[in-house]
């Protein structure tokens, strides 16, 4: 059963998973880079999010892949940069992981395949992770709505 939402705090599908656990009041956090660094500045205190030594981004992303059960990577129409990053280590360190395209799959089907992730794999640390608000700007909406329908489905 899930317990926990990780993610980066990034801006973009990383908060999205934060702000959506919030709001379903289940547990989240997950680490981020030393001086909780983002595209956006600082990240804000209400995350409760664990600062690393490392000021990497790539660090942030293995530690919250290998604190994870298992990690659902929600992307557009290609994997890029950071999000390509988490795919690879996920595949080098053998951690379950799934891969959402939102341009090929509908925000219904969505929840469903995050649902289904969950409960195949006995999940219940779950580590999220996407594009910055910057590579996807819709990005934000379409985790918040797919991360909270799935929530919703378990609490």
Request: hydrophobic share 35%.
């Amino acid at each position: 059963m899930l317990k926990l939402i990780i993610s980066g705090g990034q801006t973009g599908v990383d908060r999205a998973a934060l702000d959506a656990a919030l709001h379903c009041n289940i547990q989240c956090g997950g680490h981020c880079p030393n001086g909780r660094l983002a595209e956006d500045g600082k990240i804000h205190s209400r995350y409760p999010l664990k600062e690393l030594i490392s000021k990497r981004y790539m660090d942030r992303t293995l530690k919250n892949i290998l604190d994870a059960d298992g990690t659902v990577i929600i992307y557009n129409k290609a994997l890029n940069d950071g999000t390509a990053l988490t795919s690879k280590l996920c595949e080098k360190h053998k951690s379950p992981h799934l891969l959402i395209s939102a341009f090929d799959t509908n925000v219904y089907k969505t929840y469903k395949l995050i649902d289904q992730f969950i409960n195949n794999n006995q999940i219940e640390i779950l580590n999220i992770a996407g594009p910055r608000k910057c590579q996807w700007d819709a990005g934000y909406d379409y985790a918040y709505f797919c991360i909270s329908a799935t929530l919703k489905r378990i609490i």
